[in-house]
């Protein structure tokens, strides 16, 4: 399966059991979820999905098993987030084994590698691999900017392919389209700029309120692709109170909180994270709660304008 990078694709959450263990069964009601609303990949292990606290076996297991729910209808992307460049170049293949047919890859994790070590560390792992991969750039939390220039030196390899563009600097999706064109996919990675973003020419959206609101995500992305700004924009305007709790530390918490308040998750996280207490959580819960008081009817958003887009 060829991936398109483009559309909706979900940053999904790991799903836990009240005794730490994978939840399958709720992991498997949220992404037929996301199936049903339309989406166009399914990425796991991110920041959403607390890969840093899973055991490598853990990661096999997830993999494998949404591979099994998924059955072959969208795209399974795995995060690579490592310290070495050997241990990312492992990460990849033990994807590949177990059924992801992508990668979406970060810098090195703790050093802070100079330009050339970043560019090396990327070209190594896509020599290594022959899945596509999407470049995570994230300086704001990751500290490393895969700058214009770094692109140019890795697009060298054909299996680099996309951008999960988390700059917050808008503008960097026309530089992008600029200097490289199509050779570049670009999906938004910031939910409080995914609109702006679509409407500057970003193929896709990798959301994190989509675990617990999918059709509403995916309803914003298919109307704006298909001209229908200002429904797209009322639902964007809705929707941005609730996209805001992805852009805060506890961004984890906060979206589980959501997905429970749908009935797409529960909210057990791993330690070192605990659930949300006193004021936050009451913050968060109002948030939630108002979006589900005031939540819109949504159009036909599958065939806009005769043209399915998802």
């Not at 991936?3 to 790991?14: C, L």
């Not at 840093?52 to 494998?64: A, D």
């Not at 987030?81 to 994807?95: D, K, S």
């Not at 563009?165 to 996919?185: A, Q, Y």
């Amino acid at each position: 399966m060829s991936i398109q990078w483009k559309g909706v694709m979900p940053a999904v959450t790991t799903k836990f059991t009240a005794d730490d263990k994978l939840d399958f069964d709720m992991f498997e009601v949220n992404v037929k979820a996301q199936l049903e609303a339309g989406v166009s990949g399914i990425i796991l292990g991110g920041t959403l999905g607390e890969a840093s606290t899973l055991l490598e076996e853990e990661k096999r297991e997830l993999v494998r098993g949404t591979v099994g729910i998924v059955g072959g209808q969208v795209p399974i992307i795995m995060n690579i987030a490592e310290q070495t460049t050997r241990g990312a170049i492992a990460a990849a293949n033990q994807a590949e084994k177990d059924g992801a047919k992508g990668l979406m890859m970060l810098p090195p994790m703790r050093y802070a590698a100079s330009e050339y070590e970043t560019v090396v560390y990327f070209s190594e792992v896509a020599k290594n691999t022959s899945l596509p991969i999407m470049v995570y750039n994230n300086p704001v939390d990751y500290k490393t900017e895969v700058t214009l220039d770094m692109f140019e030196e890795i697009l060298k390899f054909d299996n680099i392919q996309a951008v999960k563009e988390s700059t917050r600097d808008i503008s960097n999706v026309t530089r992008i389209i600029n200097r490289f064109g199509d050779r570049l996919k670009i999906l938004s990675g910031v939910d409080t700029l995914a609109l702006e973003s679509i409407l500057m020419g970003s193929d896709g959206w990798v959301s994190g309120l989509v675990d617990a609101f999918p059709k509403e995500t995916v309803a914003i992305f298919n109307l704006a692709k298909a001209g229908r700004i200002d429904e797209a924009l009322a639902i964007y305007r809705w929707f941005l109170p609730l996209l805001e709790l992805d852009i805060n530390a506890f961004l984890v918490q906060n979206i589980k909180l959501a997905e429970v308040a749908t009935g797409l998750g529960t909210e057990y996280v791993r330690a070192p994270r605990l659930p949300l207490q006193g004021a936050e959580r009451e913050k968060v819960l109002a948030i939630i709660a108002e979006g589900l008081r005031t939540r819109p009817t949504l159009p036909d958003y599958k065939n806009c304008n005769g043209q399915v887009l998802v």
